[in-house]
């Protein structure tokens, strides 16, 4: 019995080393493996076509047409219609101001223009009463005339004849010449008289002009106390409270409107290069994603970066509204027959990095690619890969190892 287990005892002893041995045996033959689970990997296949550049940004969304309504004087802030975030048409009254010179202002301007108005009645008037005397001198100097013409005449044979004397006659002839020119110095005199009536009239007219400007100007001041929106849109921020004071410039409410909006999105300065005027771009809303076109970039680069603006449809969804924080996709030029892939992690464009490629269903090995840029979350294949080649692009390490097992 003792002879039995002793026995099975070292023939344990030997399997166990065999064992051992084939699997040295094994290790050594495979070089340095790792055996992966498939499920734990992410792979991808190269693939050649159209690379579009593709630069990422973010920002915000802003108004396309947009009011700032300041203070045209000074005034007390009397009441608040509305509050942030309030939908508005061009007619809406956001606040309303009060200013009490400016209503006096406006009682005296309007007292000065009827006045001026008054004045030019009463101008009318007395002309017309001045043409009438002078009309009816000019009448009375018209008849005495027509008598001393008719009484010449009646006398010339008279003198002839030796009824009346010569000089008599004479006299009555120059008579009627006189009275003839003192007639025409009267129509020449009411003429000039309608002149000077015109005259003053156009005076009285700009004094009535100039006493309107007053007006309209009194007017204008006390209507802009009550402020309106303006545009069509959103109430932006109202940074004025109740009875607060303003004086001339002061920002009173900024207004936007709804349905034309741009992305205002930072990419980074190294990646302007690929944006394109007029260019297409795809904005993440967070409600959505939306197109847009390129319709401004920035000349000078800010903190690194440089705003691009791009222009939303109008026909947006009623959640996408001014301000809201967006992801940005610009499309830049498109180069052709291009390969790439997914980029693999730890990856950088324009470098050379070593990444698994796979070699059958289950087996990987490790190997040496150039790649070039990077377009949204592909990379170009320089060289090392050829289409469809499938590649481990996260999930393994590949300094761990030089060849790769998956297990399914």
Do not use: C
């Amino acid at each position: 019995m003792r002879w039995i287990t002793q026995k099975t005892v070292f023939s344990g002893l030997i399997l166990t080393s065999a064992m051992l041995i084939i699997a040295g045996w094994l290790l050594g033959f495979s070089g340095n493996k790792d055996y992966i689970a498939a499920n734990s990997i992410n792979i991808s296949q190269v693939q050649s076509g159209d690379f579009a550049q593709e630069v990422t940004g973010y920002g915000t969304l802003q108004s396309l047409y947009q009011r700032s309504i300041t203070a045209t004087t000074t005034a007390v802030v009397d009441s608040i219609h509305l509050k942030p975030g309030a939908v508005v048409e061009a007619n809406t009254l956001i606040i309303t101001l009060k200013n009490t010179q400016l209503e006096v202002a406006l009682q005296q301007a309007l007292g000065e223009l009827k006045n001026s108005k008054t004045q030019k009645r009463k101008l009318i008037l007395e002309q017309q009463r001045e043409v009438l005397a002078q009309q009816s001198e000019l009448s009375e100097y018209q008849a005495n005339a027509e008598m001393a013409s008719l009484q010449a005449e009646a006398e010339a044979p008279l003198a002839k004849l030796g009824v009346i004397s010569a000089v008599e006659a004479k006299k009555g002839r120059l008579q009627a010449k006189q009275l003839q020119q003192k007639l025409v110095f009267e129509l020449q005199k009411l003429d000039k008289l309608k002149q000077a009536h015109k005259e003053y009239l156009s005076i009285q007219d700009e004094v009535i002009l100039q006493a309107q400007a007053s007006f309209n100007n009194a007017k204008y001041q006390l209507d802009q106390l009550v402020v309106k929106a303006g545009i069509k849109g959103v109430l932006q921020s109202l940074p004025v409270s109740l009875g607060q004071s303003v004086n001339l410039g002061d920002k009173l409410a900024h207004v936007g409107s709804l349905s034309a909006l741009i992305a205002e999105i930072s990419v980074p300065q190294m990646l302007a290069n690929l944006v394109q005027l007029n260019g297409l771009a795809e904005i993440d809303t967070r409600h959505g994603l939306v197109e847009g076109k390129i319709i401004r970039i920035a000349p000078v680069v800010e903190n690194g970066a440089v705003r691009v603006d791009i222009q939303l449809p109008e026909d947006l969804s009623s959640d996408i509204r001014p301000l809201q924080m967006v992801d940005a996709v610009i499309f830049g030029q498109s180069r052709l027959q291009v390969s790439f892939i997914d980029t693999p992690q730890g990856v950088n464009e324009n470098s050379v990095q070593s990444i698994f490629k796979l070699v059958s269903e289950d087996e990987g090995v490790l190997t040496e690619v150039k790649f070039g840029q990077i377009s949204g979350k592909r990379i170009e294949v320089i060289s090392g890969l050829i289409p469809g080649d499938k590649v481990v692009v996260a999930g393994i390490d590949p300094s761990d190892a030089t060849q790769i097992q998956l297990t399914y």
